[in-house]
């Protein structure tokens, strides 16, 4: 069983830049496709961005097209989701998350592996 696990959440001013890293504790992140979501307070788990594991290729939500960055490691087992000029509408909790099919999906309940999240507070 694949256990995922997520860091370099925390507290950032707008407009600043954070990087989050979640590794697979068992095979490796380019078996799967990975996939960042989120949760504010109150609100239901979101599509952020997602990584296939066949060719690569990457998708994102309209809310992080040109902001945030979907990358992955295979040697170091990890995939990253770099974030630029955050706002504080982008505070939440943040998952990894992996599926075994190729195809990107942006419905978390097709994704079957998540991490424990890491918290994000963006401050205006």
């Known amino acids: 069983q694949v256990h995922l696990v997520e860091s370099g959440g925390g507290l950032v001013q707008a407009g600043g830049s954070l990087r989050l890293s979640c590794t697979a504790s068992?095979?490796?992140?380019?078996?799967?496709?990975m996939g960042w979501f989120r949760q504010a307070p109150g609100k239901a788990r979101e599509f952020v961005a997602a990584i296939s594991r066949s060719d690569g290729g990457t998708r994102y939500a309209n809310s992080a097209k040109g902001r945030f960055t979907i990358s992955r490691d295979n040697a170091k087992n990890t995939v990253y989701l770099q974030m630029n000029d955050l706002q504080p509408e982008d505070t939440a909790v943040y998952y990894c998350s992996s599926r075994s099919p190729m195809r990107i999906a942006t419905n978390p309940n097709e994704y079957n592996r998540w991490g424990q999240g890491t918290q994000v507070t963006v401050s205006s």
């Open positions: 068992e095979g490796t992140v380019s078996t799967y496709t």
